[in-house]
Every structure is written in structure tokens, then in C-alpha cells.
Nanobody
Framework: LRLVESGGGVVQPGGSLTLSCAAS????????IGWFRQRPGKAQETVGCVSSSDGSIYYADSLKGRFTISRDNTKYTVTLQMNNLKPEDTGVYIC????????????????WGQGAQVTVSS
């Protein structure tokens, strides 16, 4: 499974970006998908995830209310909608997958994308 993130870029503080995670020709319906970020000078951190068991979605406490994870109707893509972005959100955002089976959030991930750069700057 080869994951590819898209939608990164440069945005002003307060702006929004939507990142997508997709695997060419493969539905992600049966994969738990996690989003992570690597900010400059900081350890990798979990942004959130969506399970493939019951569709539950988890967010890091610090990001609740600003970030939204969803599966699109075609099941081929998982998106990360980021609103009210701040300079400290700058970093590389990476999606990861575990499956294909019923998988809750919180476990390890076998498949990782290369990441998409998000820069929040005025």
C-alpha cells in the first residue's frame, strides 16, 4: 500500500488547508488511517485518526475544534481539514494506514506516506 498526501502549501495565519491521503486504486475503507505531524525541532505527534472498525475518530486534545478528519464517499481518500491555522502548525503532515481489517485507533501503523509540507506564515 503506497500512501500519498496532497494539498499542502503555504497559508496565512487564520487560513485553512485540506490535506488528502490516498492510495492509488485502493479503497481505504478497511484501513485505520492516522494523521501525524513533524514540526521543526519537535518530536512527531499524533494529529488524529479514523478507525476502520466503527468509524470512530480521535483527535489530539490540542487540535480539537480546528482539525477534522473524514473519509470521502468514494472511500478512496481520507482528508484532514485544518482551520484557523497558526504558525505553530507549520510542519510536515503524514498519513499512515493499518489494515485491511477492522482496526481501532491507537495501534501501530504499517504503511506511511512521505508527508506534505504545511507552512503557516504571513
Amino acid at each position: 500500500l503506497r500512501l500519498v498526501e496532497s494539498g499542502g502549501g503555504v497559508v496565512q495565519p487564520g487560513g485553512s488547508l485540506t490535506l488528502s491521503c490516498a492510495a492509488s486504486g485502493v479503497t481505504l475503507e478497511d484501513y485505520a488511517i492516522g494523521w501525524f505531524r513533524q514540526r521543526p525541532g519537535k518530536a512527531q505527534e499524533t494529529v488524529g485518526c479514523v478507525s476502520s472498525s466503527d468509524g470512530s475518530i480521535y483527535y489530539a486534545d490540542s487540535l480539537k475544534g480546528r482539525f477534522t478528519i473524514s473519509r470521502d464517499n468514494t472511500k478512496y481518500t481520507v482528508t484532514l481539514q485544518m482551520n484557523n491555522l497558526k504558525p505553530e502548525d507549520t510542519g510536515v503532515y503524514i498519513c499512515a494506514a493499518e489494515g485491511p481489517w477492522s482496526q481501532l485507533c491507537g495501534g501501530s501503523y504499517t504503511y506511511w506516506g512521505q508527508g506534505a509540507q504545511v507552512t503557516v506564515s504571513s
